[in-house]
């Protein structure tokens, strides 16, 4: 999904491949400067991140209501939540967020976290996304943004094949485009977890649970979203590396589905009853590991499982002893910091790495009550 970088609810977090009903409306008490527009992007070259056009500090309201976008088979649209404003006389920069699933609980945390931030980091913060993963709809909500002329867009793109033509629209109007939690070599920069690292980690804190010895069933979106490839390469690397007694049994795709990963975590433990250790590398799977292993006739315990992200139905789930660890990842809480690179970016024309590798934060029954990624995980790799 990433990987997304590790991509919760999430491919990215809840990945669900499949055409959506995104409903346009515009947010209830939105920042004057609320503007929606369909036309067609401009086509020109790139300029220089320095030289681009400088953000617009002030606009009348208008509104022009988009009542239905073809998308795929059906017809759609989705919410336009808009925020924040400018810094009093400074510039003001217009940054979108085109989330992929901004109604989830950590894709909605990284979505509000940017919103709230605008004020002080001197945006204007536009926040869209469908309900469920549509990758046309985000592609078409990257052409709005092209079109409403964004200084910025941060995005997932969860097929970077799909995203290249209109991210090289974005980048050739002078947009700075950034990615979260996918790792995209097309964008401007890319933000999340080192993914072969994260994979190699994983093995360890399995490692570290059995004594080196288990047999271990692999849970994540498909066997094809970028950063769970790269996380599944890093596993099997420190598997060969240091531990010879862990085997791959099976690797299964969910379709970030909770309702797939219940029927999948159900057939993996008939098909594999060696199987005591489930690696789960999508965020839709945890909160069903319960009543699948109780179907299963498993006890809490039975079966050790290594989770991601950190939703309240796995934190539960770690309390009551079906989850044994979850990494929680700390680059959904990076959304100001990437919105800050981007209007440095823009104003002081600075010049950023390919990628930002953000750590993981583990969660266990001894961290409960859990209270979030420490803040300087977060920050730690845009500093200095």
């Given at each position: 999904m990433t990987q997304f970088s590790s991509i919760d609810n999430q491919r990215l977090g809840n990945l669900r491949?499949?055409?959506?009903?995104?409903?346009?409306?515009?947010?209830?008490?939105?920042?004057?400067?609320?503007?929606?527009?369909?036309?067609?992007?401009d086509q020109g070259s790139r300029p220089e991140v320095g030289n681009v056009r400088r953000p617009r500090a002030l606009?009348?309201?208008?509104?022009?209501?988009?009542?239905?976008?073809?998308?795929?088979?059906?017809?759609?649209?989705?919410?336009?939540?808009?925020?924040?404003?400018?810094?009093?006389?400074?510039?003001?920069?217009?940054?979108?967020?085109?989330n992929p699933?901004?109604?989830?609980?950590?894709?909605?945390?990284?979505?509000?976290?940017?919103?709230?931030?605008?004020?002080?980091?001197?945006?204007?913060?536009?926040?869209?996304?469908?309900?469920k993963i549509d990758i046309a709809a985000m592609?078409?909500?990257?052409?709005?943004?092209i079109t409403a002329r964004a200084d910025g867009i941060i995005t997932c793109p969860l097929d970077p094949a799909a995203f290249k033509a209109v991210i090289d629209r974005?980048?050739?109007?002078?947009?700075?485009?950034?990615?979260?939690?996918?790792?995209?070599?097309?964008?401007?920069?890319?933000?999340?977890?080192?993914?072969?690292a994260y994979g190699r980690l994983s093995a360890d804190l399995i490692a570290k649970q059995t004594g080196g010895k288990a047999n271990v069933g692999i849970l994540g979106t498909d066997q094809t979203t970028p950063n769970q490839v790269e996380q599944?390469?890093?596993?099997?690397?420190?598997?060969?590396?240091?531990?010879?007694?862990?085997?791959?049994?099976?690797?299964?795709?969910d379709k970030s589905d909770a309702g797939v990963a219940a029927q999948k975590l159900g057939d993996m433990l008939g098909a594999y009853p060696?199987?005591?250790?489930?690696?789960?590398?999508?965020?839709?799977?945890?909160?069903?590991?319960?009543?699948?292993?109780?179907?299963?006739?498993?006890k809490a315990g039975d079966v050790k499982v290594l989770a991601v992200d950190a939703q309240e139905s796995t934190l539960k789930a770690i309390q009551d002893g079906w989850i044994t660890t979850t990494l929680n990842q700390c680059w959904f809480d990076t959304s100001p910091n990437i919105a800050k690179l981007i209007t440095q970016m823009k104003k002081d024309n600075v010049k950023p790495?390919?990628?930002y590798a953000v750590d993981v934060d583990p969660v266990s029954k001894e961290n409960l009550p859990y209270k979030g990624c420490p803040k300087d995980k977060a920050d730690a790799p845009f500093s200095g």
């Open positions: 491949c499949q055409n959506a009903r995104l409903d346009w409306t515009p947010a209830s008490g939105g920042a004057a400067g609320e503007r929606w527009s369909d036309g067609s992007p606009r009348s309201v208008a509104v022009v209501a988009v009542a239905c976008v073809m998308l795929l088979a059906g017809c759609g649209g989705n919410n336009d939540d808009q925020g924040g404003g400018g810094s009093a006389g400074g510039e003001q920069f217009d940054l979108w967020y085109v699933l901004p109604n989830t609980p950590d894709w909605g945390r990284s979505g509000k976290l940017f919103k709230d931030s605008a004020g002080q980091l001197g945006y204007k913060a536009t926040l869209v996304g469908p309900n592609v078409s909500q990257i052409e709005q943004a974005a980048q050739s109007e002078g947009i700075v485009v950034a990615s979260i939690g996918c790792v995209d070599p097309n964008a401007d920069f890319s933000v999340g977890t080192g993914n072969e599944v390469k890093g596993f099997r690397a420190q598997l060969k590396e240091k531990y010879p007694d862990i085997k791959e049994l099976v690797w299964e795709g060696q199987m005591d250790y489930l690696w789960i590398i999508e965020g839709a799977a945890p909160g069903a590991v319960p009543a699948a292993m109780r179907e299963a006739g498993k790495k390919s990628f």
